[in-house]
Each structure stands twice: as structure tokens, then as C-alpha cells.
């Protein structure tokens, strides 16, 4: 039993000194999704330089993204708005220098993520249009397929992911309780509009968005 | 006979008239420095050889050359050759380098990134000077030798989406690999002067205006235009790319004239 907590000990503290001397990309926060990250905004991701790497040459590779900027060992990639895409993100080190000749040619672990993007992504079947007595004041209940990002709540993947719905109101029509008209959002795919004085036939436009705006 | 006696005796007398000491003029022995000089003055770095210094556009980025403004300052020397001929040697400190503006597609914006780069060099030329007319004016040609001694960089990175302004300092040189769309998937930074030549050579071409002050007491301007021969950046990275150094340099030199040797005539 001993043997064991000894064995144990000894696996703890030399997990804990390796990780203290690695090299590690890691993402400036958590997202509100676990395990991904949105596109086409700057994300930071920080390498750390243990003892023997600050005078290493430090060679980025970035897939499905690119470099916005980079400020020390710090760096703001945006990645790309492909859905199903994942991010990923590493950092190689060499010519380290006499004396850290060993740290050459060794690689920070890969920052992997899914990228949250319903860029071109169709809507489940809905109707198209909804009939109303021309020139009543009656209300409209639209509502849409729920929209959910791609490569989310399977086995295995990040947490299923709702986009936020962008509706477009036409000109004399206005939402049921807050009164807003034209552009605004909502986290759920259902909107109650009714018109400001009566009814007249015009289009409602909709579309799937994270958190820039990326529509389906 | 007599004729040519009188002749000789006549001609005799005149020469000896003519090399009367009171009429004797030796050149006047100079020193081997006869002036020295401080200067100080702007250095514009035009360097070139590759699409992040360059005027570069091809469809997608485009990289706009801007002036680097630097400074030179130090000490020098003239050698008199001749009358008109001297030569001058300078050692000086000053800062090269190169700036530019690169903008390329990022995302459903533009992104502009200013790059600048500082390099320090301790200098030693040599070039010998020819003095035109009244000797206000000379031109000169010659070649100096260069070490690097420290290196700044920075960037300033702007895009419409990417908020306030990125600017990032460093010590050494950040190199990127741009994909066929304007993006950059792969960068670099090499740390310090590892990427860089220690020694940096090339030509010169000046042009200089004297102004006398008082009897010993001058000052110089001084235009001159050096061409490095020498690539900036080393071959043992596969990052590098070529880079020349060119620099327009102005200055403003205070000359001090050393007296002249007295001269030694012994009278026997």
C-alpha cells in the first residue's frame, strides 16, 4: 500500500513539473461553449516560454484561421467561418541557443477547438407565408426551425449550440409586448408581430447568427 | 666670348635676385590630421530587396515603402593628400533599418500592419575627398564597414473590426508567410540579432559645403549617400529574406583646422 501512495506521489509531482515546463497554448478565456470557439473575431491565445525558450525562435501555425495580430508571446487569430471547421493552433520552437540545444524542435501542445459557425446553413422546412385578414390589427405568431450549430451535441463534441435569431420586421409591423420594429434579435425562433395600424401583405426575413452576426 | 661671360654673370645675378630669401616660400609641412571634426545629422533608411521593404503590390497585398528616420552621429578625420585631394575617415553611430506599411485582406476587412525596424551600427568609413574652385566645395567617394550592435522592432496592427490598435515592441524579427489570399496562417520570430549579419559593408557618394567661422574654426554640411553590398539578415534561417541597407544622410559637422607644422630651414 505503501509502495503504491509512493508510486502515486511520484507520478503527481512528476505530471506537475512536466506541465510546469511545457509549453502550452491556451485561450485568453473560456467561451460560453465549451470546447469551441466563434469566427471572424479576434481571439488571444498565449504561449508560455518556460526556463531555456525565450531565446528560441517560435514558428506559429494556424489552420482554419489566420493572424489578426500578436503582441510578445501572445497572438489574436480569427478564425475562419466554416462550419464544422476546427481551429487549431500550435507553436514550434527552435535554435534555442547554446546551453537549450534540447529544446529545439519542440512543439506546445495544439490548441484544438470547433469552430461555431452556421455560415450557408438551410433551415429545416417551414412555411413560407402566413395569411391574415387584409387590414385587421390581428396578431402573427411566426416561428422557424430551431437552428443548432454543426459538430455540437454529438458524442464526443462541445455542447449543442442554439444560433441567436436576426428577424427583420417590414415597415407597419411591430413585436407583440416590446414594440420593437425593423432589426432586432432574439434567443428563441419564434417572434409575435402585429401591425402598427392594419395589415398589408410584406415579407419577415430571419436569419441564424453567433456572435458576430453569421447568418444560415 | 666676352658676350657670353657678361651673359652668364647677368643671368646669374637675376637668378640669385629671384631666390633671395626674402622671397623664398617652402610648402608648408602639413600634419598627417590637419582636421577633425564632430558631426551629427538625420539618417533615411530607403532599404530594399524584399516585398515587406519594398513598393510591392501584386492583386491581393500591397506593401507601401515608408521613410525610416534614424540618426547618425561621430567623430572625423582628414588625411591631406594634396592641395585639393584629403582623405576622410569617420567613425560614427547610427541607426538603419526600414518601415513599411502592409495591407492585406483579413477577413471582410482590410488589415494595415507598420512595421518599423531599428538597427544599430557602429560605423567606420573611408573616402577620399577631391575640393572643388574655392575648396568650399568637395565630393567624395569611398566604402565603410559596419557591426550591428542591437535591433528594435514594432508593429502596429489596424483593422475596422479588430478595435483599438495592436502595437506590438520587440528585440528581433518577426517574419510572415502570406497564403495566395492575403492571409497568414504561418509566422515566425526569431529573437535578437540571431537572424542578422554582424557586418554590413557598401559605397558612398557625398557632397560637402564648407563655411569658414574663424581662422581654425569651420563647419561642414555634408550629404551623402551609402549603399550596403551586404544582405542584413543572415543564411542560416530559411525565414530570411534579402535586405539591403541604403541610407540618405545629412549632417552637420563642426571641423576644427590643427595648425601647421612650423617650418625648419636651417640656414648654413
Redesign the interface.
Known sequence: MKKLMKLGATICFAVSVLHSFSQTVTKSYNGTVAGAVCPEIGIQYEVSLPTGFSGCQITWTVINGEKQSQSGNTVYIKWNDTPGAKAKLKATFSNCGSGNEANNGKVSNEFEELILSVKNQSWGSYGNSVNVDYCTKGQVLITMPRMFVQGTGGIGQPAQTEVAYAWTLPSGWKEVGTGRTGFFGTPVNFITIEPIDCSKPANVTVFGTLASGYSG | MKAALFITIFFGVYVLQAQSLGDLKLPEPKRFIDKIEIFAGPNLSFNYGNKFVDNYYDGVIKNTRLTKIGYWVGLGLYHPITARIDVNAKVQWEQKGAKAELNRP???DR?TITSEYTYNYTSISISPRYLLGKKKVAISFGGYVAMISSVRGQ?I?S?P???PS???N?EGR?W?IIDPDG??????????L?SFNKYDYGLILGVSYGVSLKKRHNLLFYLVDRYGLQNVYND??S?NLLEKNHTVSISLGYVLQCPNKKSKIKLL
Open positions: 483579413l477577413g471582410n488589415q508593429e496592427y483593422d473590426s479588430g478595435g495592436v502595437n506590438n520587440f518577426y510572415s492571409a497568414i496562417r504561418n509566422w515566425t520570430f526569431i529573437p535578437g540571431k542560416k534561417f525565414e
